[in-house]
């Protein structure tokens, strides 16, 4: 079983930065066994998947948020981060951590699809205003 909670959302203004993290109940265990990934879902929106990392550090990204977005992980303090920058109205959903089975998919974000998450943190809200 693998707790995932994030923290870090808020309101922000277009072109700023937003910083999230994901604490993990066992991220060290975690990130060995599981994909780590951002995904996000905005009202009315289907969730999509955002950025990952992969164990041997290697990052992957939707291509609406390449460039802008960062995403890290410290395994000794089991966290996982989000760094949003030059933020976008289009940006504003509720943000998700999420851990994906690495023995089952590619780790991914371009082909990693919601079905495959086995954990979900309860989202933490990310607001650009223009």
């Known amino acids: 079983q693998v707790q995932l909670e994030e923290s870090g959302g808020g309101s922000v203004q277009a072109g700023g930065s937003l910083s999230l993290s994901c604490a993990a109940s066992?991220?060290?265990?975690?990130?060995?066994?599981?994909?780590m990934a951002w995904f996000r879902q905005a009202p009315g929106k289907a969730r999509e998947g955002v950025a990952a990392i992969d164990i041997d550090g290697t990052t992957t990204f939707a291509e609406s948020v390449k460039g802008r977005f960062t995403i890290s992980q410290d395994n000794t303090k089991n966290l996982l981060y989000l760094q949003i920058d030059n933020a976008k109205s289009e940006d504003t959903a509720m943000y998700y951590c999420?851990?994906?089975?690495?023995?089952?998919?590619?780790?991914?974000?371009?082909?990693?699809?919601?079905?495959?998450?086995?954990?979900w943190g309860q989202g933490t809200q990310v607001t650009v205003s223009s």
């Open positions: 999420a851990a994906a089975a690495r023995g089952l998919i590619w780790c991914n974000i371009t082909t990693l699809l919601p079905l495959y998450v086995n954990y």
């Open positions: 066992t991220l060290r265990n975690t990130a060995s066994t599981y994909c």
